[in-house]
């Protein structure tokens, strides 16, 4: 079992943090193998922004993700940039209020997730990638839900731990809701 995920987006959502939480979840807390790289622009906000991450049952040999089972995209920019890129039978999770035109894809399963919306909802928009985090556990089941709780608590900055969590469960039960329908 090898999968690979890629987040992406613009710098400033949280597109890095959310590569390590998932990695950190899938190597400490799931006992399986993970690998996480990043890349971005030269800027430190509003830039092209990449983590990838590779999780396997076996021993990884290559770091880098080639044709991503998942991508979870916010922004344009990376959807025009990744979606024609993932594996066929892969799942696209997106925010379509930072994604407004969208591709007409084959062979992929997209799920819309409003996480910008949910997150100005709960008082703060940085926290969307969290809100995100919650939709790929609840839809891609990868890495498990409290797993993913756990990496999340341990690596969002100190006093921001329940927001984060809030953000994180109100994704996990909008990703549960568009399984259901």
Known sequence: MR??????????????????????AACIYSGKNAVQT????????????KSEVVISEEEIDFPKVTSPDVLIVMSQHAYNEYAEKV???????LDPDMIPHEKKLKNVKIFRVPATKIAEELGRKIIANIVM???????????????????????????????????????????????KS
Do not use: H, M, W
Not at 10 to 19: L, T
Not at 87 to 93: A, Q, S, V
Not at 144 to 155: A, C, G
């Open 3 to 24: 999968v690979e995920v890629r987040f992406a987006g613009f710098g400033g959502q949280g597109i890095i943090k959310s590569g390590i939480i998932t990695a950190a």
């Open 38 to 49: 990043q890349s971005y622009g030269p800027e430190s906000r509003g830039g092209a922004c």
């Open 87 to 93: 594996t066929p039978g892969g799942t696209i999770i």
């Open 133 to 179: 985090l919650g939709a790929f556990s609840a839809v891609t089941r990868i890495v498990d839900k409290e797993s993913l709780k756990k990496s999340v608590k341990t690596n969002v900055p100190k006093g921001t731990e329940e927001l984060n969590l809030t953000a994180f469960e109100k994704g996990y039960q909008y990703g549960e809701k568009l399984l």
